[in-house]
């Protein structure tokens, strides 16, 4: 492997990382952010958070996008660091690149982009819901046929009521965020009753 190779190697393992992060950020943002906030934004005519509210219809295809997307940039970058450590170190550069990728990915893979997507999250997700919209286009048929195995080995999940719960506590919220007095009152009422029902369900 010559000098130029090594360089142009090192410089796709950096832009893997950076793709990395993205899509670890885009989760940990899109998954906290605050659907009541986005939908009133959307209602608004905030076109990235009606891009938001898309992608929150299909959650389950918008994670398992991002998974795809953030392991296969892991396999190739680890894939590579040990390609290029081989060729410098030998066959200890197996042990040295696999270490070394481990704590890479941990810290500027994982922690940091999320710590930060956690803390701007709102924002963030406003940022990324047009790029993670486009990424989950392109690989809808990876994630489609994923999740038919996953469907196979476990079972479907039964999350539709959560969601619906979850949807409904949003647009309570929303209309609670007026300073009509009757409003919040009815808010209140409507937040028990759904408090109700998790009690009897339990």
Known sequence: MTMLSLIITAVIIIILLVASAFFS???TALTAASEARMRALAAKGNDRASA???LSQHRDLLISSLLIGNNLVNVL??????SVMITLLGESGVVIATILMTIILVLFAEVIPKTFAINHADNFALSVSRPVAVIVFLLKPFS??????????????NSNAVDREEELRGLIEIHASGSDEDAREQSAMLSSVLDLGEVMVD
């Open 144 to 157: 489609i046929s994923l999740r038919w195995i996953v469907n196979v080995i476990i079972g479907k999940s």
């Open 77 to 82: 970058a680890t894939s590579l660091a040990t």
């Open 52 to 54: 938001f509210e898309r």
């Open 25 to 27: 950020s885009s989760e």
